[in-house]
């Protein structure tokens, strides 16, 4: 975010397409597609920003703004812009007659407000700070409020906005709104970091009993998997309970602990945690490829040369702590520390690409998910760091796209589902895309593929989770997952340190 103290310039905050801009002067001299006045009931324009729009655009938007009204409190209608330089004023009404207002209408005319701009086909509005002129409602408490509307309507609808600003009129006003941007900012980031951790684990305990299982074998034993089971006897997580997870969760904790011991990654200390976990007794369903790495740290081999050529997922499950540690997405800092929490165990190509396609994928949804995120833009910002180290991977990842009008079932058919990252990873991602909005088809879905459903769904719950965030997932996973409370914990330390 960029800030600037003089008149007329603002603060802005990229929300993936859109820009939510402080600005710092008067609301009549600004270029836009519409502006928002701060209406009466009734319409009037009287005094405040009503009483300047009036000014400059001349009687005319008075007049034509009286003959649609009265309406509700929290309503709007839309006249033109006179003689301003905008298109169209949408007159948001923040009062009845006797100048009251409050935190709900303040919400409402917000919302409308944007509604109404985006109806209208403008890519840009600006609104001043509804009630706190006339209305006298507390200029930090309006920015709490308006703030998290117009979060809420970027989440929740498409819309034609590109920039949307929040106009006002003084210094201690502008800064008022700027701690809450921040603030607001932080806030839906941190849900999306706890999002990723958990749903990670909510991915992987769901798919657990079906570990190794065909699609076909799946249904047999559970019916569709919608929710926790404990597994068949003889499978190869027999002795877990449902809720619980496996090593890819366990890895994915122990690589979170380090990183929030030491408030940074350090490679050394993350391949101890490793050999500590490998080596201890409580080791659930881990790869051929981790555990011979694992041998190799307890001989005293250094972490540079732990790691054996594979290019299983054991590296990948792991990796999402890196992701949310570090805020761009495509910076050397989260290149550099995804390849070296791969090759402590797989030293493969392949998979130091997929790990940092996948740190690189959570970190942008993370800190720069967006409503209007599409499968391809999404495949196109992991290729892009990825595209010089593994065109086999990139080629793979850029098959998705065209995929997503298929059943699972065809595409699954197409992409693996098999423990070889090259399948894992790109099926994940297929789950994520298929469903981005809905964390539990997103998760179900992975479930029920077949062969490593556990890793599948493990890496589809990181990202839709870092994307949908924490609050959007179901509470049916939650209340009876394994850890989710240390989880949470570990989450929120790793988001503290971000950088």
């Not at 949310?324 to 070296?340: D, P």
């Not at 593929?449 to 493990?458: R, V």
Request: net charge neutral; hydrophobic share 40%.
């Amino acid at each position: 975010m960029i800030i600037r103290r003089h008149k007329g310039d603002g603060m802005r905050d990229f929300i993936g397409d859109t820009d939510i801009r402080l600005y710092l002067g008067d609301i009549t001299g600004l270029q836009a597609g519409a502006i928002v006045n701060a209406a009466n009931t009734k319409l009037y324009m009287g005094s405040g920003v009503a009483g300047a729009i009036k000014k400059k655009g001349g009687d005319c938007v008075e007049r034509e703004a009286t003959a649609q009204g009265p309406i509700q409190v929290g309503d709007t209608v839309v006249t033109g812009g006179g003689k301003l330089p905008v298109k169209y004023v949408i007159h948001a009404a923040v009062m009845d007659l006797d100048l009251k207002t409050s935190g709900d209408i303040i919400a409402r005319a917000t919302f409308n407000s944007l509604d109404r701009a985006d109806r209208l086909g403008v890519d840009t509005v600006a609104l001043p700070a509804l009630g706190t002129g006339v209305g006298g409602y507390p200029m930090e408490d309006c920015a709490q409020i308006m703030i998290k509307q117009i979060k809420k309507y970027m989440l929740e609808h498409n819309n034609s906005l590109r920039e949307i600003i929040l106009v006002l009129n003084n210094s201690n006003a502008f800064y008022k709104f700027k701690k809450v941007l921040y603030d607001v900012e932080d806030e839906i980031a941190r849900d999306r970091a706890r999002g990723c951790l958990v749903g990670g684990a909510v991915g992987d305990a769901l798919g657990m009993p079906a570990e190794a299982l065909t699609p076909t074998q799946i249904k047999e034993y559970y019916g569709n998997i919608d929710g926790y089971v404990n597994p068949k006897d003889g499978l190869a997580c027999s002795r877990l309970r449902a809720g619980q997870y496996t090593d890819d969760t366990q890895m994915t904790i122990a690589v979170a602990e380090s990183i929030v011991e030491r408030c940074s990654f350090n490679s050394r200390d993350v391949a101890n945690k490793l050999m500590e976990w490998g080596t201890s007794d409580d080791v659930r369903c881990a790869g051929r490829a981790t555990m011979e790495a694992v041998g190799n740290l307890k001989k005293g081999i250094e972490w540079t040369r732990s790691g054996v050529s594979s290019a299983g997922n054991g590296c990948v499950v792991r990796i999402s702590p890196i992701g949310i540690i570090n805020m761009g997405y495509g910076s050397t800092k989260l290149h550099n520390e995804a390849r070296a929490c791969c090759i402590i165990t797989h030293t493969h190509q392949i998979a130091v690409a997929a790990s940092i396609a996948l740190a690189s994928g959570i970190s942008y949804l993370v800190y720069k998910g967006h409503h209007l995120l599409s499968g391809q833009h999404f495949i196109d910002i992991i290729c892009e760091q990825i595209q010089e180290i593994c065109t086999e991977l990139t080629s793979v990842l850029k098959s998705i796209p065209p995929l997503l009008d298929r059943e699972p079932k065809e595409a699954f058919e197409v992409l693996g589902t098999g423990g070889y990252v090259l399948e894992t990873l790109p099926a994940a991602i297929f789950c994520f895309l298929k469903y981005p909005r809905d964390f539990e088809k997103t998760v179900v879905c992975a479930a029920n593929a077949g062969n490593d459903t556990d890793s599948l769904a493990a890496i589809a719950g990181n990202l839709s989770g870092a994307y949908n965030g924490y609050g959007n997932i179901p509470n049916k996973f939650l209340k009876t997952l394994e850890g989710r409370n240390y989880i949470l914990e570990l989450a929120d330390n790793l988001f503290s340190i971000r950088r």
